[in-house]
């Protein structure tokens, strides 16, 4: 006999990752769907997809069906939900509820958007907890303690922050400023300054192996292949951290803006918590060389970034699956101030 399990789902720009009740993550696979333009079926999805994206032949076309954490393409998603499940042979017979980890301040619309997605997918009943929220849980902090917790997710599509307090968040933000758009300042840079043109792939392969935002002790560099601007012709060259790290360090110097912003509009008590406690980073961002050092020096309270922080909300939402009826009232629970920024923001 089979016990029913509860999953758990974060649906991330970059990737998608699934908690199987009991077991641990089970699908870590990047949101991306390939499919036949002209027969619209889906021909790969996930890694498979990945190797396609920016390669693909004029009938097929690769997509990142999930935007700055909120479902893009509505049945693109569900699809791609259904793969990986199948995948891994998970049928929705086994599964009791399913928990989505979502950016804070959605409108109840995207919010609806979810849930609806899940149902049509088989998911029933279906939570949603916030992601900061989640992060606390995966970065082993103690929600439940009358003490502030200051979380920043520095994801793909967007930097999510929360101030969390006595199992609630308090105040939140959220920016479209992240990793995609740290790979486009990187793109917009080696095209203007470089007269070369690279795409997404060369740009993120550039942020982690050569990016920073302080002065770092190795010199780094890269050879980089691109286009070049003005023959159109393929050229090679090299790349060096300073070159990189003069583009990366405006956009990072906008999430401290909105960290600043978010300590101000805190209550007194909570901010003298967030002094002594620090501030915890996670999201794929948060491994950005340097990043903890320019915010501790700019923000003058100690940062950490946690133990593996690609994975630390869908942990979050694992811990909550399999302790359910201790955390349920936490799910459904959204926070009230609504303050959404960033230059991106329509
Ligand atoms: N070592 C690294 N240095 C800098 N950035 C990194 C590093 N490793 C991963 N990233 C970036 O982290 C991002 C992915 O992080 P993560 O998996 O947390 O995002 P996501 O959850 O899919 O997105 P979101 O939460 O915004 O919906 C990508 O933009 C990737 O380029
Ligand atoms: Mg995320």
């Avoid at 699934?18 to 790969?44: D, H, K």
């Avoid at 003298?272 to 990043?291: E, M, T, V």
Wanted: hydrophobic fraction near 40%; proline fraction near 4%; include cysteine.
């Amino acid at each position: 006999m089979i016990f029913k399990k509860t999953i758990g789902i974060d649906l991330g720009t970059d990737t998608t990752q699934i908690y199987l009740g009991g077991s641990g993550i089970v699908v870590n696979e990047p949101s991306i769907v390939a499919f036949n333009n002209t027969s619209n079926r889906i021909v790969a999805v996930g890694s498979e997809a990945k190797k396609m994206l920016s390669r693909t032949p004029a009938h097929i076309t690769a997509i990142r069906p999930i935007s700055n954490g909120i479902i893009a393409d509505f049945d693109m998603v569900k699809e791609m939900i259904q793969s990986f499940l199948k995948k891994e042979n998970i049928p929705w017979s086994w599964i009791t509820r399913t928990i989505v980890s979502v950016p804070t301040n959605l409108t109840e619309v995207e919010r609806k958007s979810v849930e609806d997605l899940m149902r049509e997918v088989g998911a029933n009943p279906v939570y949603l907890i916030e992601q900061p929220l989640a992060a606390a849980f995966g970065s082993r902090l103690d929600v439940y303690q009358p003490t502030a917790h200051f979380i920043v997710d520095i994801g793909a599509g967007t930097t999510d922050m929360a101030i969390i307090s006595l199992n609630g968040i308090v105040v939140s933000k959220r920016l479209k400023i992240a990793g995609d758009y740290l790979n486009a300042e990187i793109i917009r840079g080696v095209k203007e300054e470089l007269k070369l043109n690279i795409g997404e792939p060369t740009a993120e392969e550039i942020k982690i192996e050569v990016g920073s935002v302080i002065p770092w002790n190795d010199k780094l560099d890269l050879v980089i292949r691109g286009r070049d601007v003005q023959s159109g012709l393929p050229r090679e060259m090299t790349i060096k951290d300073t070159q990189v790290r003069f583009w990366l360090v405006r956009p990072v110097k906008l999430i401290i803006e909105a960290i600043k912003d978010l300590i101000e509009s805190a209550p007194p008590e909570l901010v003298g918590d967030i002094y002594k406690n620090g501030i915890y980073f996670c999201g794929g961002g948060s491994l950005l060389r340097g990043i903890d050092q320019l915010i501790e020096k700019e923000i003058g309270v100690y940062v950490t970034v946690v133990e593996d922080p690609l994975t630390c909300v869908v942990r979050g939402t694992g811990i909550v699956c399999d302790h359910f009826e201790e955390h349920k009232h936490l799910l459904n629970n959204f926070s009230r101030l609504n303050i959404v920024s960033g230059k991106a923001v329509e």
